[in-house]
């Protein structure tokens, strides 16, 4: 027969103290990996709104070397839509870190984002920058 000690109890469970570690533990990793995805959804917005800029931007340029007497006030998506990569059919556009459509403003070289429709014109649009830095080289392509 075995005989226990008086005070000594066999231990089959975990202690209150090792509950809560693990669960702090484990809330800490998860709150880690939500704020590393959400930085990574961003950075992916960015990256694709930065080259959707250069596209346009590659193409405004082209058009302009096939038509040097074209101010670069008369531009328009419509005419730039046939000199862009791949062949679109519709003139490219982003999505703000918000979730709103970004639109290429292609009257001003180079190329910026704005959250309105605009065609070309002599008074530019407000930028889209998240940023809000001309110097970052966030969604600022071809500065």
């Not at 605009?118 to 407000?126: E, I, L």
């Amino acid at each position: 027969m075995k005989s226990r000690v008086h005070g000594q109890s066999s231990h089959r469970g975990f202690t209150l103290l090792e509950l809560t570690l693990v669960m702090s533990v484990l809330l800490l990793l998860i709150t880690v990996g939500l704020k590393s995805n959400n930085a990574f959804k961003t950075w992916k917005l960015a990256r694709e709104a930065s080259d959707t800029l250069r596209t346009v931007y590659i193409a405004q340029r082209t058009y302009l070397a096939d038509n040097p007497t074209t101010a670069m006030s008369a531009l328009t998506p419509a005419l730039l839509l046939p000199y862009i990569q791949n062949g679109p059919t519709v003139f490219p556009t982003a999505k703000s870190v918000t979730g709103a459509t970004l639109n290429v403003f292609v009257g001003a070289s180079p190329p910026f984002y704005t959250t309105t429709a605009t065609v070309s014109g002599a008074t530019s649009p407000s930028r889209y920058d998240p940023s809000g830095s001309t110097t970052d080289s966030l969604w600022d392509v071809g500065e």
